[in-house]
């Protein structure tokens, strides 16, 4: 199993110099690229920008894939992620939940990667509404600009859709990160509130698929199933998803800070109470075999944070006539930058892809402050502990 290391996080940071430095020089040491550095091909020894090479795209019965030498990507149907796939990884892991992998979930109520939840309120009004893009079938549009895969949606018919807002959903193979940019406009004649806008993630943290042909229950779970990993900090705020051996490279999800981009709460879908409807019951823990159940991501929180499960201010986005905002986030492949090849048998240096992880939050200029756990000592206690007599005691 991996080696658990406890991750402390500040929001807004400011690095010295010194430390900053180190960082680079650790990055040197590892064999990790820092920003702006080139690598070395072992084939040729000639330097050269790391690259993420040419994007393909396919058009396929439900949507478009994207594939270039890091990823491959498929967009479903609603506008979702239904495959993310690591090239140059262990085992061919798809890192999130789909409805043909996980049929208990295809309900009305799905929220898979890539869909979200938004709670407005247009001037005037005095609730809260439900505008969600799983109930804006009849609106959306998913199409292909150059290598780029488009998803909008505008002024639904149905209840809980999206009515008073055009929402537009990029997903984009650029340089080394799968990119996903979120941009919401008001297309109300007056100001409108965003109280929530969440983002579902259901990562592939389920442990039911049957066995592959020539597998174990086992096998299948750690090498096809995957933990995520997060902290909830603003612009600092950052994912990491991994297979529960420690086994392969690790995928991170960090916020655009440019683009005001973050996360300042979490909801956990443990039962159906707070509002949950009968299609969203298998999306709650312990339920249609998901221990885990869903983890809602907010970059704003205006509304649900009566539920009083966050820690942070929570803030609403509010938008004049035709005024627009655009988040971005980006995914990356943390790997080991040293070996051309990510094997089972390679990868039991866990620590490696652990280390892999930090330099890819500091590239993203995300602190990663590492702690180790140890003894707490009371008030005016000298913290001495021996079994033979203590004569005197210098310092503090």
Known sequence: ???KRWRTKVGTVLLTAAAALSIVGYQ???GQPVQGATTTSSATGVKQPAASGQVTTTKTDKGYDMQNNLFKVSVGQYGEISGLYLANDAFKTNYVMNETDNPKQATPG???VGELMFRTKPSGAKDWQKEYTNKSGDVRKVSLD???VVVTYTKSGTAGGIKSMTVTETYALVG??????IKVQNTTANTLTIGDMGLPLPFREYWTYPPKEGESPSQTAY???TLFHSFVGQDASYIYVNRPSGVGNYLVMTPDQKSGAGFEYQDHWIDGTNGRTADEKNWCMDQGDWANGLNVFYIHS????NQNEGYLPNTALTLKAGESKTYTFN???AEDKKSGQSTAIADQDHLKYDKSVAATLYQKKIMDAVSVPSMVLTKNDQGVATGKNVSAHVGG
């Open 302 to 305: 205006a509304a649900i944070k």
């Open 110 to 112: 799905h929220e898979w």
């Open 176 to 181: 080394d990160n799968l990119q996903w940019s």
């Open 331 to 333: 995914f990356n492949a």
């Open 28 to 30: 040197a040491a590892q």
């Open 223 to 225: 090498e096809g199933s």
């Open 146 to 148: 150059g290598n780029r």
């Open 1 to 3: 199993m991996m080696d």
